[in-house]
């Protein structure tokens, strides 16, 4: 009984850690703009497909994982150039509406470049499980939570003690006044929607080894990177990061006890719940308007 609740919170922890990067990745935009991105999870897409591409190309693991980060980052600095910058000041449900589109856009493009076929890549460190009180720990999974973590701990120090970060912190909290002290907001929200792009796209290439990927994961992976980012309270990024565990948690939880026919609804439940009941999510956001 033990080692088989064991397994499910190990499984519901990995994929609860790439929702964590999707929902940090929709709270940097928001923070920085007010715009919910749902083009998130066409990033996750484009890293593990990327990577995928890359690895089979021939090139060098690390190389071909570098590429996969860097070329989303671009992708998502040419959505925020081309599709958010032109409408700048435009009605929150327009900006939802263009980076839907946008996300249509990324996904065909690949669908065409790629195709439909499911994709596989090789783990970082081998296969071989590791075993934990009679349950079975994916190397793959110790690379998911440790690149995570070292991620949360790279942000926390970006935004605390850089004066970038410290920028995009100000931009978050009063746009208009961080532009009278002489910030430059354009830059920052530039600079959001490319770490936004390169946290989705390492989420992507960390679980592809564990969870296999294709042109229309992202759909599902953005989603519920949504619902973490919502759940934890949108616009905090430690609510952010818990709430991705949380709802990975609770989906592994519902899929082994219940069934794995509702493990897709799990989080769009959980989401209505905490809408209901608190508004502003487990963990506080900025205003209850915006969620």
């Avoid at 519920?224 to 709430?243: D, E, Q, R, T």
């Amino acid at each position: 009984m033990l080692a088989q609740f064991l397994q499910f919170l190990f499984s519901g922890v990995t994929v609860g850690a790439t929702y964590a990067l999707a929902a940090l990745g929709f709270t940097l935009i928001y923070n920085a703009s007010n715009v919910i991105n749902f083009a998130q999870g066409e990033f996750i897409m484009l890293g593990g497909m990327l990577a995928v591409y890359f690895t089979q190309a021939g090139l060098p693991l690390p190389v071909a994982l570098i590429l996969a980060i860097v070329i989303p980052a671009i992708v998502g600095v040419m959505v925020e150039k081309l599709a958010i910058e032109p409408v700048k000041g435009a009605e929150t449900v327009t900006l939802i509406i263009i980076t839907i589109g946008a996300s249509l856009v990324i996904r065909g493009l690949i669908q065409v470049w790629l195709g439909k076929a499911t994709h596989s890549l090789p783990s970082f460190s081998g296969d071989a499980p590791i075993e934990i009180l009679g349950a079975t720990l994916l190397p793959q999974s110790l690379w998911v939570l440790g690149v995570t973590a070292l991620v949360v701990v790279a942000l926390w120090y970006f935004f605390s003690r850089t004066l970038q970060g410290k920028a995009m912190l100000a931009t978050s909290f009063n746009r208009l006044a961080a532009e009278l002290v002489g910030i430059n907001t354009s830059w920052v929200l530039f600079m959001s929607f490319a770490m936004s792009a390169a946290l989705g796209a390492l989420g992507g290439i960390l679980v592809t080894p564990i969870t296999l990927t294709s042109y229309d994961v992202g759909i599902m992976l953005g989603l519920k990177g949504f619902v973490a980012a919502v759940v934890g309270g949108l616009g905090s990024g430690l609510g952010a990061v818990l709430g991705g565990i949380l709802v990975g948690v609770l989906e592994a939880m519902g899929a082994g006890y219940i069934s794995s026919s509702y493990k897709d609804a799990i989080p769009f439940v959980l989401i209505l719940l905490i809408l209901f009941f608190k508004p502003r999510g487990l963990f506080g956001g900025k205003s209850t308007d915006r969620v």
